[in-house]
């Protein structure tokens, strides 16, 4: 049994003691974790002792208001957020400061609970954060512990298919059922969303298993010599369909043959990667740019888009596997996080390197470079 410290920061009494006796006897367990969680709750009436708490006893999980006597929880967030503690915050308001919650969030809180809440709301939240702390650890062991550890981590993610899966079936049972009425037109949100719910699971499960590929590594590596721009033309014919729908042109440059060494189905699993978040991130009427250059002993692939871009502290974080950048432009657009995280992976493999340049409304660069026959330069 683990024991997990949860620090309630709050000036209303009834809401510490609520936390603390919803808690007491709480438990959360999963198939797939090697052990329970159960929770410790501090409390603090005002942001200063919280700070303090947080500074003497380093709790896992804060669950803070934001109107409190002296400072302020903005104030204890960005605290906690400058000194890069890892604890994992969530706000709990008043429906009056629900917009407040929402900027916390923003600003670096993981959730929010709009009070007053019901034990079995808290319960739920404390579930999803328990979860969001055991892949941590899990990610942290990776470097250490190696495949077998990686595994235990996929195994988790599989076990979150069963959320979209679940939602299907409950539209397809009020669909069945006629539930909201007769006509076939009635139920055009459930099929869409639906809809949407596989398309994201297929995403998973395809990035899951390149991961997998490259993670654990092929029997046996197929280099061949292999021509990247007709790679690079069936990847653009294959992204097509998915450009034309979100509006989006694709524009290849680059004069075969361009020849090296290479695992074709590796080659692809780049392009594609490449490509997709190309189309993804751009705009209504975007372009993506794909092309191929000879450079003295590397290749240069560059892939050049008029999306949304991003910042510079955004870039540090898109390489890291299951990291998905959070915010209003992002928010409707789904993925795994894994993709780009492959494409590092497979370009060290080579011995190459990725460089990104991007500014936020202005779009992205990708640049792989891979060695021919002796590294870049």
């Known amino acids: 049994m683990s024991t997990l410290k949860i620090l309630v920061v709050d000036d209303e009494p009834g809401i510490r003691s609520g936390v603390s006796r919803i808690l007491r006897n709480f438990r959360v367990d999963y198939p797939f974790m090697d052990e329970a969680f159960d929770f410790e709750v501090l409390e603090a009436a005002t942001g200063e002792i919280g700070i303090e708490i947080v500074e003497s006893k380093q709790p896992d999980i804060l669950l803070l208001d934001n109107k409190l006597p002296g400072i302020q929880g903005i104030e204890v967030l960005e605290y906690i957020k400058k000194r890069q503690l890892g604890i994992i915050v969530v706000m709990i308001t008043s429906y009056a400061s629900?917009?407040?919650?929402?900027?916390?969030?923003?600003?670096?809180?993981?959730?929010?609970?709009?009070?007053?809440?019901?034990p079995q709301e808290l319960k739920s939240s404390i579930e999803n954060i328990t979860k969001r702390v055991f892949l941590k650890?899990?990610?942290?062991?990776?470097?250490?512990?190696?495949?077998?550890?990686?595994?235990?981590?996929?195994?988790v993610l599989s076990h979150e298919l069963k959320a979209p899966l679940n939602a299907i079936e409950g539209y397809l049972k009020m669909i069945k059922e006629r539930q909201v009425g007769g006509k076939l037109e009635d139920y055009d949100m459930m099929i869409d969303r639906s809809l949407d719910r596989i398309k994201g699971m297929r995403h998973l499960i395809l990035d899951l298993l390149d991961l997998t590929r490259v993670e654990s590594g092929k029997a046996k590596r197929n280099l061949v010599e292999t021509d990247l721009l007709q790679i690079a033309r069936t990847a653009m014919d294959t992204m097509r369909p998915y450009a034309i729908q979100r509006d989006v042109k694709l524009i290849l440059h680059g004069q075969s043959p361009i020849l090296m060494n290479a695992d074709v189905e590796e080659i692809e699993i780049i392009f594609n990667n490449l490509i997709s978040n190309a189309i993804k991130y751009n705009k209504e009427g975007g372009t993506v740019d794909f092309s191929i250059v000879h450079e003295g002993s590397c290749i240069d692939i560059r892939v050049v888009d008029s999306g949304i871009g991003m910042s510079a502290s955004e870039i540090d974080k898109i390489f890291d596997d299951f990291v998905r950048i959070k915010s209003e432009k992002t928010k409707h657009i789904a993925g795994s996080g894994l993709g780009l995280s492959i494409v590092k992976k497979l370009t060290d493999t080579y011995g190459g390197k990725i460089e990104v340049t991007s500014l936020p409304d202005q779009g992205s660069t990708f640049t792989v470079r891979l060695p021919i026959d002796k590294p870049c330069l």
Do not use: C, H, W
Not at 147 to 155: D, G, N, V, Y
């Open 98 to 118: 629900l917009e407040m919650a929402v900027k916390a969030t923003s600003d670096g809180a993981y959730d929010f609970i709009p009070k007053p809440f019901t």
């Open 137 to 155: 650890k899990m990610t942290n062991k990776l470097q250490d512990t190696g495949k077998q550890i990686r595994f235990t981590f996929l195994s």
